[in-house]
Structure formats: C-alpha cells, structure tokens
C-alpha cells in the first residue's frame, strides 16, 4: 500500500537516478583508433615543460600510450616507444647519447627519429639487412617557450606548428607550468566556456580568487568562428562594461581573459590571454593542463609572477 502522504508525482528520484551515467565513448576515449584519439592525435600536444626533460630517459603517459622522453647530448629531444624493438627492454633503461639513446640490453642505439645507428657485435651484411625493419617508434618533439610538444600522428600528416598572435606580444613574459587532474580531459575542457563557474566555484563559494568582480553574474554571449568557440561574460560595474571573454580553439587549446587584473573598475582596452593552456589526455581517466601564465600590460600584472599564480588559476 503506497504511504499516503508522499506522492508519486513529489520529488524523490533517488532510486530512478541512482544508475551512474555512461561515457559518451566517441569524445572521451583518447587512445589511437579511437574517434577523438585519432582527432587529437592530428595536433601538435605538449608532453612535458621543457625544465622536466633531461638526459636521463624518463617514463611519460600521454593520449594512452606509454613513451620514453629524453634529451641527447647533442640537445635534441626525443621521443620514443618504451619498448625496444629488438628484445622489447624499456627504453627508459637507456642511455642518452651524442646521438640518441642507448638500449640497456644488447646496446642498440637509436637516432631520435628511431632509426638504428648501431648494432653491436653482429656482422656487418646482418646489421645492414636488418637496419630498416629495426626502427625504434618514435614521435617529433619541439621546444615553444619552456613547452615540449610532440606529434603523436602519422608522419605524412604532420601539421604546421601553431604559433598564435597572441603568444607574440611584445613585452608580455610565458611562464610554463603544468596541471595534473584525475579525470577525462572534457571535465577540465569544458570550464572555459562555462563562465557561471568562475562566478560560484571561484569566488562567491569561497573567496574572491581572482578579482572580486569575477563574483557578479553577467550577460552570457557565445560565438563561434571556424574553429575558435568564444564565451563572453559582459559585466557592468559602476560606469563601465567590462567584457571578460574565454576562448577554445579546438580540439584542446584554450585563452582565458585576465584572472587577476582585470574587474571592470578602472579602463582597460583590448587585453589579451592571461593563461593559454592545452588540455592534454593522460589516458581516459587521467589529464594535464600544460601551459602558460602570461603578465605583461595587456595580461595579468607582474606582480603575479610566483609560484602561487599558476596555482591559484587551476
Ligand atoms: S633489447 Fe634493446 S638492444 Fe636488445
């Protein structure tokens, strides 16, 4: 006999709800062959900050698949498979050479591209037969302002590197720096273009973390040009309109508007990106924001520029 005083049409959804959602598999699956593995695997990603790599081969996990990183003792970077295609040794064993890395194993040692260059104690006809089919998999890598960014697609589809306008300001300083959060990567993405949070989350329940003006809730305006998507948040402030606007150019590499400078209380004209980052897959359940706090005029003041900045924005 249903009880009387509760009704059928009243709220308590408890038990109909209590079924976790599923993953929507095309957007957060990140390993290669699948729908938006591949997608980002057509991009320049960072892998690492610059002052992270060394001569030293270290273990890194990017887009689901593990690599080794290194630097050679020519200043190179390179970025390779784990495993050695000869007896399948973990290259993070290696040794970083003039030219390349060394496998620990059976010392075979490998060219950056992956190509071999040396394979000790075997006749020479047997080590040019069995050169080309030895190659080691490997990924090309470069520096941009303190990043390292790698190409983890198919080689004759490699893209131009991405150098936007507004990395080139002068006068402005990059800080690279890194952020590890324990879930899919559209969980981190999705907030630049969800000015509410900042609103709540980031001011009114806890404190003013950025600028006390951050806490009003503006006029919301969204547009969207080729592959740019802009998130506006139009605030009103006394005599003036500040105009706070966030950007995501896909598939993973966003623009915020300044986090520290700006409330609408004084003029400001035409300022820039305070933190431009990429939201880069781990694996699907694990993600890193690699990027850059920028101070400068038309960013965030310089006086921002301590550890504490970049953390107090992710
Ligand atoms: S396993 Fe690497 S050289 Fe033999």
């Known amino acids: 006999m249903p009880d009387p005083t509760v009704s059928s049409n009243s709220g308590y959804r408890g038990y109909h709800q209590a079924q976790r959602g599923g993953s929507d598999e095309i957007l957060v699956r990140c390993g290669q062959g699948t729908a938006c593995g591949e ?4 991009y320049w990603q960072p892998v690492a900050l610059a002052s992270e790599v060394e001569d030293v081969p270290q273990l890194i996990r990017v887009l689901g698949e593990e690599l080794v990183l290194f630097r050679d003792g020519s200043g190179r970077y390179g970025l390779v498979h784990k495993q050695c295609p000869h007896r399948r040794a973990s ?24 190509s071999v260059l040396e394979i000790p104690g075997q006749p020479e006809p047997l080590v040019e037969k069995v050169k080309p089919q030895a190659t080691l998999g490997a990924y090309p890598v470069r520096e941009f302002r303190g990043l390292v960014f790698a190409y983890l697609g198919p080689i004759e589809k490699i893209p131009e590197f991405p150098i936007y306008d507004t990395l080139e300001i002068e006068g402005q300083t990059l800080v690279p720096y890194r952020a590890d959060y324990r879930c899919n990567w559209l969980q981190v993405l999705d907030a630049i273009l969800d000015p509410i949070h900042t609103s709540f989350l980031h001011s009114r329940m806890s404190r003013a973390q950025f600028s006390e003006g951050m806490g009003e809730i503006g006029e919301l305006l969204f547009y969207q040009r080729d592959m ?3 998130g506006a948040n139009v605030r ?7 105009v706070r606007v966030n950007e995501l150019v896909l598939p993973n590499y966003t623009q915020a508007g300044a986090a520290f400078s700006a409330d609408g209380t004084r003029p400001i004209y035409y300022g820039r990106t305070a933190f431009a980052r990429w939201v880069v897959p781990i694996d699907d359940e694990n993600t890193t924001a690699f990027a850059w ?10 006086e921002y520029n301590t550890p504490e900045g970049p953390e107090l924005i992710e």
Do not use: K, Q, T
């Open 39 to 42: 997608y980002l695997r057509r």
């Open 91 to 114: 290259m993070e064993f290696g040794v970083c050479e003039e030219n390349g890395i060394r496998c620990c194993y059976h010392g075979w040692l490998f060219d950056i591209d992956g």
């Open 228 to 230: 740019s998507f802009l």
């Open 236 to 242: 009103r402030v006394g005599d003036h309109v500040w």
């Open 293 to 302: 706090a920028i101070f400068g005029d038309r960013a965030d003041p310089v």
